[in-house]
C-alpha cells in the first residue's frame, strides 16, 4: 500500500457483479485509496477494438452482441496483464473472471506466483436500475437487447462465481444501489475493520 492508502500491502480483490453495478466505477476510486491498479478487462478489450488490433477484431462482434469472449482468450489477456510490473503489489480486477473455468484460471495464475485473493467484492444493484444505469450511459453495448443480453448471460455464466468464491471465504456483499461515495465508504470500512486481509 502507498502512503495514504486505507488498504493492506498488496490486495488482491475482484469486483464481481452485473453489468452496470458501478464495478468500473468503483474501480477507479479504489485503486487509489488502496494504492493498487485497477485492471478492466472490458476496458481492455475496448481499447482493443478502438486500436483496430487482431484481437480487438476477433472480440468486436462478441462484445457488440453482449456474449462473453471466450475462456481462452481471456487467459492469455489477463496473464499478459498481471505479470506487469504494476500489478506486483496488488490490483483490483474488474470484469474478470466471468466463468468458472475463468476463475480457476485466475487461480492457477496466482498459485504459480506464490499469490493469493484477498477478497471478492459482489455489487448488488436490483435489476431495473441496472438497465436504468446502462442505457443511460450509451455505450456501443447499451442497447437494450444487448443489455438484456449481458444479464442473461451473467446470471448463466458469471452467478456461480458467487457460491464459488463464498465456499472459499472471500465473499462480500456490497450494495451499490446507494450513491458511488456511499459504496466506496462500505468497502473501506470492510478493509479498516479488517474483514479484508
Ligand atoms: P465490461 O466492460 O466488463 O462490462 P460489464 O460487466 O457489462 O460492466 P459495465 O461496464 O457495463 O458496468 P460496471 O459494473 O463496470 O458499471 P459502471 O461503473 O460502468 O465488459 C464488456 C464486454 O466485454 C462483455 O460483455 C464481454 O463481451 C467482454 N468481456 C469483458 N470481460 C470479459 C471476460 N472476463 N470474459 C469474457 N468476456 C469479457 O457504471 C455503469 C453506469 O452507472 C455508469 O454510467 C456510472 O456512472 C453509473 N453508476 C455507477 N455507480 C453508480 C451509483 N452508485 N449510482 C448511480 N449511478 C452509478
Known amino acids: 500500500m502507498g502512503d495514504g492508502a486505507d488498504g493492506p500491502d498488496g490486495a488482491r480483490v475482484i469486483l464481481l457483479g452485473p453489468p452496470g453495478a458501478g464495478k468500473g466505477t468503483q474501480a ?3 485503486c487509489r485509496r488502496l494504492g493498487v491498479c485497477a485492471i478492466s478487462t472490458g476496458e481492455m ?3 482493443a477494438v478502438a486500436a483496430g488490433s487482431e484481437l480487438g477484431v476477433r472480440v468486436r462482434e462478441i462484445m457488440a452482441s453482449g456474449e462473453l469472449v471466450d475462456d481462452a482468450t481471456m487467459a492469455e489477456v489477463v496473464r499478459d496483464r498481471l505479470a506487469r510490473q504494476d500489478a506486483r503489489n496488488g490490483f483490483l480486477l474488474d470484469g474478470y473472471p466471468r466463468t468458472l473455468p475463468q476463475a480457476e484460471t485466475l ?9 493469493s485473493l484477498d477478497a471478492v467484492l459482489l ?3 436490483p ?3 441496472l438497465v436504468r444505469r446502462t442505457l443511460s450511459r450509451g455505450r456501443a453495448d447499451d442497447k437494450e437487447g444487448v443489455v438484456r443480453e449481458r444479464l442473461r448471460v451473467y446470471r448463466e455464466k458469471t452467478a456461480p462465481l458467487i457460491g464459488y ?4 471465504g472471500l465473499l462480500h456483499e456490497i450494495d451499490g444501489n446507494r450513491p458511488v461515495e456511499e ?3 462500505q ?3 470492510l478493509f479498516r475493520a479488517g474483514g479484508i486481509h
Open 187 to 189: 468497502v473501506l470500512d
Open 165 to 168: 468464491y463464498r465456499e472459499r
Open 183 to 185: 459504496v466506496t465508504a
Open 123 to 125: 455489487v448488488e444493484v
Open 28 to 30: 477507479e476510486v479504489l
Open 107 to 115: 487461480a492457477g495464475i496466482l498459485r504459480d506466483a506464490g499469490l
Open 45 to 47: 478489450l475496448r481499447e
Open 127 to 129: 435489476e431495473d436500475e
